[in-house]
């Protein structure tokens, strides 16, 4: 079993920066890939940025891209999402997930087994 909790949303003003975390509970953390995803008001979950579990293979949605950068500190089990040039398109509920490296597509939330609750990150323009 893996615990994820989220850290670090607010409410930051457009250009600025925020970083989320997400803390990991369990054994299997190390060897999974963690993802961020994130879902604005009235629309469909999607997907931010993933990393793999020794940090080699990133990815990004294109318009966070040179923006948002995602790390992880595996001996903290800490993954975090560093957020600069904020923008009001980037007001949403931003949720971590982890699955196992080699199941189902990374940039699709289907193949996440493990979820945070959640943290809110609001940008004013």
């Known amino acids: 079993q893996l615990q994820l909790v989220e850290s670090g949303g607010g409410l930051v003003q457009a250009g600025g920066s925020l970083r989320l975390s997400c803390a990991a509970s369990?054994?299997?953390?190390?060897?999974?890939?963690v993802g961020w995803f994130r879902r604005a008001p009235g629309q469909e979950r999607e997907f931010v940025a993933a990393?793999?579990?020794?940090?080699?293979?990133?990815y990004y949605e294109d318009s966070v891209k040179g923006r948002f950068t995602i790390s992880r500190d595996n001996a903290k089990k800490t993954v975090y999402l560093q957020m600069n040039s904020l923008k009001s398109e980037d007001t949403a509920v931003y949720y971590c997930?982890?699955?196992?490296?080699?199941?189902?597509?990374?940039?699709?939330?289907?193949?996440?087994?493990?979820w945070g609750q959640g943290t809110q990150v609001t940008v004013s323009s």
């Open positions: 369990g054994r299997t953390f190390s060897s999974s890939i």
């Open positions: 990393i793999s579990w020794t940090s080699l293979t990133i």
């Open positions: 997930a982890a699955k196992p490296a080699g199941v189902g597509q990374t940039q699709s939330a289907a193949g996440y087994d493990y």
